[in-house]
Antibody, heavy 122, light 110 residues
Framework: QVQLVESGGGVVQPGRSLRLSCAAS????????IHWVRQAPGKGLEWVAV????????YYADSVKGRFTISRDNSKNTLYLQMNSLRAEDTAVYSC???????????????WGQGTKVTVSS | QSALTQPASVSGSPGQSITISCTGT?????????VSWYQQHPGKAPKLMIY???KRPSGISNRFSASKSGNTASLTISGLQGEDEADYYC??????????FGGGTKLTVL
C-alpha cells in the first residue's frame, strides 16, 4: 500500500523547536522529491519546502526560510522537518506529499499523508 | 508572494458543468505549464486531479478537465455529481523552486 504517514506534531511554546517525521511505504522512496505542505485551521494550503530525491537540493518558502530545515534518510524511507523558532502563525496541519515524477520536479503532489497537527501557543 | 486568486465558492446542480478560475501573474501561472488542481473533502488529504495544466492522473474521471490562458488557469467539472462537493485548490510553480497555492474554492452541489 502506497502511503505517507506523518508524526511528531504537538503543542509547543513560541520560540521552541519541533521535529516532524514522514514515513514512506509501498513505493521507492529514494526516487522522488518530497514536499511539506501545511494548512492552518480553516485556511488553505501553503507550500513549505521540498527536498530532491537524493537530498542534495532543498528549497523553502520565504515564510519558513532560516527557521525550518527539510531532510531525508533514504535508508529509512523517512522525511523530516526540523522546525525552530516557532511562531503562532506556524500553527497548522503539516503534510508530506510526493512529487509525481521520479528524479524530477513537476510540482504536482500525487501521494499525501494525513498530516500531523502543530499548535504553537503559550 | 500572494496566493493565486480563486473564487471563494461556486455551485451547480447535478448534471451541470461548473468552472473554477485560478488567476496568478506572469511570474507563476503565466510563465510555467506546471499548474495542478486538488480536490479536498473535509478532514481528508488533498487529491491530485490535474497536473501540468491539462493532464489527468490515472483513475481521475474525464469529467474533470482544465486549461490555461495567459495568467489564468481553469478547472471544469462536467456532469456534476454529489461526490464532487469539496474544496478545490489550484497550485503553480512560481520560479526559484517555490510553489504557490490558490486560496481554495468551495464547490456546492445543489
Amino acid at each position: 500500500q502506497v502511503q505517507l504517514v506523518e508524526s511528531g506534531g504537538g503543542v509547543v511554546q513560541p520560540g521552541r523547536s519541533l521535529r516532524l517525521s514522514c514515513a514512506a511505504s509501498g513505493f521507492t522512496f529514494s526516487s522522488n522529491a518530497i514536499h511539506w505542505v501545511r494548512q492552518a485551521p480553516g485556511k488553505g494550503l501553503e507550500w513549505v519546502a521540498v527536498i530532491s530525491y537524493d537530498g542534495s537540493n532543498k528549497y523553502y518558502a520565504d515564510s519558513v526560510k532560516g527557521r525550518f530545515t527539510i531532510s531525508r534518510d533514504n535508508s529509512k524511507n523517512t522525511l523530516y522537518l526540523q522546525m525552530n523558532s516557532l511562531r503562532a502563525e506556524d500553527t497548522a496541519v503539516y503534510s508530506c506529499a510526493r512529487d509525481l515524477v521520479s528524479y524530477y520536479y513537476v510540482y504536482a503532489f500525487d501521494i499525501w499523508g494525513q498530516g500531523t497537527k502543530v499548535t504553537v501557543s503559550s | 508572494q500572494s496566493a493565486l486568486t480563486q473564487p471563494a465558492s461556486v455551485s451547480g446542480s447535478p448534471g451541470q458543468s461548473i468552472t473554477i478560475s485560478c488567476t496568478g501573474t506572469s511570474s507563476d501561472v503565466g510563465s510555467y505549464n506546471l499548474v495542478s488542481w486538488y480536490q479536498q473533502h473535509p478532514g481528508k488529504a488533498p487529491k491530485l486531479m490535474i497536473y501540468e495544466v491539462t493532464k489527468r492522473p490515472s483513475g481521475i474521471s474525464n469529467r474533470f478537465s482544465a486549461s490555461k490562458s495567459g495568467n489564468t488557469a481553469s478547472l471544469t467539472i462536467s456532469g456534476l455529481q454529489g461526490e464532487d462537493e469539496a474544496d478545490y485548490y489550484c497550485c503553480s510553480y512560481a520560479g526559484s523552486t517555490t510553489v504557490i497555492f490558490g486560496g481554495g474554492t468551495k464547490l456546492t452541489v445543489l
